[in-house]
């Protein structure tokens, strides 16, 4: 897929640099705020969005203000081409924000990397408005399922917090806080544990995704259900495990 990027107000030098730096672009520039707002409202969007404030100061400010906050734009990468102070000054005096600033007299290599810069960003953010969002889901479905469930996030570094649903604290007879301080292997039949561990920590190695064994777990009154553990490993987009998760049955 093409990188799409638009150019706001542009100087033909810019123009010219941008379009050899990224030859294999789809470049689109445009010199007043009507024709922008009308090439941000086509599908598909631009990737990438070069205003130069010298254009039309107050103007361009206004629509890079609108697009930030405009969720479906979220993925835009809005670069504003002037210098510090004179983004500055259309910021009430606030900062800008240095990812967002391209200098003058703009370069071939500060426009490569401040969209790198960009898109690094980005990511991040994504990745942690996912985990967010699963945290709501974990919260929601995850505590109010009907069968017993225990997820693991780990840290990659040895450190993990348990959650056991509510399902599965009834079946033990314990509270959440009990399966947290204590670990889940307390509840596991000893006999079986050595069996689980084995295949949990291929899981962890990345050796299998994910494995279907029986175990018993002991409840705190000390009675015994025969169960049967599903665990596979729960991933982002990126393809990066952030969590384990068992359903009993």
Known sequence: MHERILGIGLTQHDIDLIRSAYAEAEFTAVDTIAEARESLDQHPRPHIVILDIEKDLDGLISLYHTMMFQTENQ????????????????LDGSKPDPLALLKQPLTSEHLKEQIAKNREAKSQVSESVLL???????NILFAQAPLAMLLRFEDGQGKQSLYANEALQELLGVRDLEVKTKGFDFFVHKDDQKNQEQLLSKLRAGQINSYTVDVRLIAQDGSEYAVTEDTKNLKLPNNRVFAILSIFS
Do not use: D, M
């Open 75 to 90: 993925q835009i990468i809005f670069l504003i081409l002037g210098s510090a102070e004179r983004v500055a000054s259309a």
């Open 132 to 138: 967010a969002e699963q945290g709501k889901v974990v």
